[in-house]
């Protein structure tokens, strides 16, 4: 894997940046250190988010960079920075839509992960059609009282914050009435069950608010600006899954991962999760090389088909760079997306290939602990999570190829008046 990141290196900011890494953790690491301190010294020097401009905690470099970054921590034998939602999209979005004191308040935490965040988004009416969501918050006072129910919240049981939306006024047209709210999840009119997938894990959740509470302080981009807000988050999430990773895999951040108090020397041994549930063309050529089948003819033309995938999101990723720096870029994250979905998808597939019947073993008796069967009953989710591979389809059509728009006749109602 670090060799293949190594030969990325040049397009991941620059020739010298995994050297430069090395020399700082020759400097740095220091394994007696917990690991709540050991992530304050790493943010500090801006490798949590080195892709973050560098008043904002990062080193400005090219988003791939923090792959680099995590590559070489892990050669190294140093403890990796944390991972979770709340850096791909929670300090994103505060920090491009929260006002500066929401800024200096809730972005730190994230980056030096002392905090674990959700995204509490769909409800069981409200998925593709994210804007018809009808979660509650009734203003009193300088707070909100909310109500209503979440579900598919990866992570929400260990979280302690959730990005969350809710219907603020329900006389404005359904996209205007909502808003978007940093929400604490330890509290009484909170519960959340775990939902058991097809992997036979629980990542993702329900959550159901009754009278739920959230200050007046931590509502982020104004009251009924939420749709604008939740453009920006989701920007970051299909950037994000986009360049192969959505954070997936990396220590668990908050008090909850049960990481914090342990010594950074002691949790950089352990195992990284059994799987990411994401495999690429690293992994599946480490794969071919290691079983002996990296001379298949057949073989290799599927490999090649994966590279070509795997270069042409790599190269979308460029593209959408320069043209979101031009003002553009509309339709290149939903294709950025919609490239990973098919890379994910192919990369399992081509790893139980390889694998044959032992690819059908789950858990300790599979392959390097079921990476690739799990991968495999995990990777159609990816063309659901983060916004179907239809609503990204619609999204190119409509908003980049400029084809005529679906009759949206709900558009301009009051979301009171519209049929649910
Ligand atoms: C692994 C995973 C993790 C997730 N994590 C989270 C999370 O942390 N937080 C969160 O809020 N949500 C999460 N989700 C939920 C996800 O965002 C929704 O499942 C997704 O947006 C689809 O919504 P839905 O399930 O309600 O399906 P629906 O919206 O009901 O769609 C059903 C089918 O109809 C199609 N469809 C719907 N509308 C259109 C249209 N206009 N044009 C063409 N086709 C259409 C869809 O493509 C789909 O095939 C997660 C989902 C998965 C699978």
């Known amino acids: 894997m670090s060799e293949n990141v190594r030969e990325s290196d040049a397009h991941a900011g620059g020739p010298g940046l995994w050297d430069e890494v090395t020399a700082w953790l020759d400097a740095h690491w220091d394994p007696d250190l917990s690991v709540d301190e050991w992530w304050r010294v790493v943010a500090g020097a801006g490798w949590t988010v080195p892709h973050f401009e560098v008043e904002q905690g990062g080193r400005g470099l090219p988003r791939r960079s923090q792959a680099t970054v995590r590559a070489a921590f892990a050669e190294f034998g140093a403890l990796r920075p944390p991972g979770g939602l709340g850096l791909l999209m929670a300090a994103p979005t505060i920090l491009t839509q929260g006002n500066p004191e929401q800024i200096a308040r809730l972005v730190p935490p994230i980056i030096e992960g002392q905090v674990a965040w959700c995204q509490l988004f769909s409800e069981p009416g409200a998925g593709s059609d994210l804007a018809g969501l009808s979660t509650r918050a009734t203003r009193d006072g300088d707070r909100w009282i909310i109500s209503g129910q979440k579900v598919w919240s990866s992570q929400a049981m260990g979280s302690d914050y959730g990005m969350l939306l809710a219907r603020t006024d329900v006389d404005a047209p359904k996209h205007g009435g909502i808003s978007w709210f940093a929400f604490e999840l330890d509290q009484p009119g909170v519960t959340i069950r775990p939902l058991r ?224």
């Open 197 to 420: 997938e097809m992997t036979g894990q629980a990542l993702f959740n329900e959550v159901f608010l009754d009278e739920a509470v959230c200050d007046d302080r931590d509502l982020i981009g104004g009251e009924g600006n939420g749709w604008a807000v939740t453009q920006a988050t989701l920007h970051f999430e299909r950037t994000g899954i986009g360049a192969g990773g959505a954070m997936a895999g990396f220590p668990e951040p908050g008090p909850e991962g049960g990481m914090l108090g342990r010594t950074a020397g002691d949790a950089a041994h352990d195992r990284p999760p059994v799987t990411t549930r994401v495999v690429g063309f690293p992994e599946v050529t480490a794969l071919a090389k290691e079983t002996g089948r990296s001379d298949d003819p057949l073989l290799r033309q599927k490999l090649a088909r994966l590279h070509t995938y795997t270069e042409l999101g790599r190269w979308n990723a460029l593209r959408g760079k320069a043209e979101i720096a031009r003002g553009g870029g509309i339709g290149v994250t939903s294709i950025g997306k919609l490239t990973q979905t098919r890379i994910m998808k192919l990369a399992a597939e081509v790893g139980l290939d390889i694998l044959g019947p032992d690819g059908g073993l789950i858990g300790p008796d599979g392959h390097n602990g079921g990476q690739f069967s799990e991968a495999f009953v995990f990777a159609p989710a990816s063309s659901i999570y983060g916004g179907t591979d239809e609503i990204q389809r619609n999204i190119v059509a409509e908003r980049a190829l400029g084809l005529p728009r679906d009759p949206r006749p709900d558009r301009s109602l009051p979301f009171r008046d519209l049929a649910r």
